[in-house]
């Protein structure tokens, strides 16, 4: 059945509440795995082009690492900045470490939300919306689903929604320019992930 504007919005609507309510509150051992497979399913069930076979993944890759490398770069010089510093030292870092850097950052959070708003919402909304207004409504969906980790953190929900929406807008141009959700992913891991070393690297830094 095609998607029709009140199926895309309950998706949209459904995407939010499960990315900001209910998978918080989720144990971490079940996260990922469920994360993860229900953006898949969702992936699925929207049939989305996520472009991850030749040759489409190779203009994603290219496109999404030079993407990671600028962001890396923004990221280091970011921290030689007071006010950066001292919202690092703020943060609660999840513990073990390393299943954070190498399971939840990547496949609980970057695949996860990539397959489901990049591709699932992405893809079902530019069919009904168009390309320009679809893009808007993933974005604006991905904004509003940060809203309970901004209270989470302590930080501007006002802020934290308007700079993830302007994130999942990127990253669905990036998919849409590319044909591979490969490109968002990268671009997503980068920011991820060197955000995520930044605040250990402050961490370190406090403790010694």
Known sequence: MPPSRTRVSVLAGALV???????????????????????????????APLGLRPPAVGR????????????SVVVAASMALPPVRRGMQKR???????????????IGTVWSEEAAFRGALGTVAAQVFGPGWGRALQAT???LSHVADARGAGESVVGTVLV???????????????????APMFAHLAIN???????????SSVRD
Request: no cysteine; net charge positive; charged share 10%.
């Open 60 to 71: 994603g890759t290219r496109l999404g690492l030079l993407v990671a490398g600028a962001v």
């Open 17 to 47: 509440v499960w990315n900001g309510v209910v998978a918080p509150r989720l144990s971490p051992r079940w996260l990922v795995p469920v994360h993860a497979a229900l953006a898949g399913a969702l992936a699925a069930a929207t049939d």
């Open 193 to 203: 992930e060197a955000g995520a070393v930044a605040a250990l690297a402050v961490a």
């Open 92 to 106: 609660r870092l999840p513990r073990p470490v390393a299943a954070w850097l190498l399971v939840r950052i990547p």
């Open 141 to 143: 969906a991905f904004g």
């Open 164 to 182: 993830a929406g302007a994130a999942g807008w990127t990253f669905g141009w990036l998919y849409d320019v590319s044909g591979s959700l490969a």
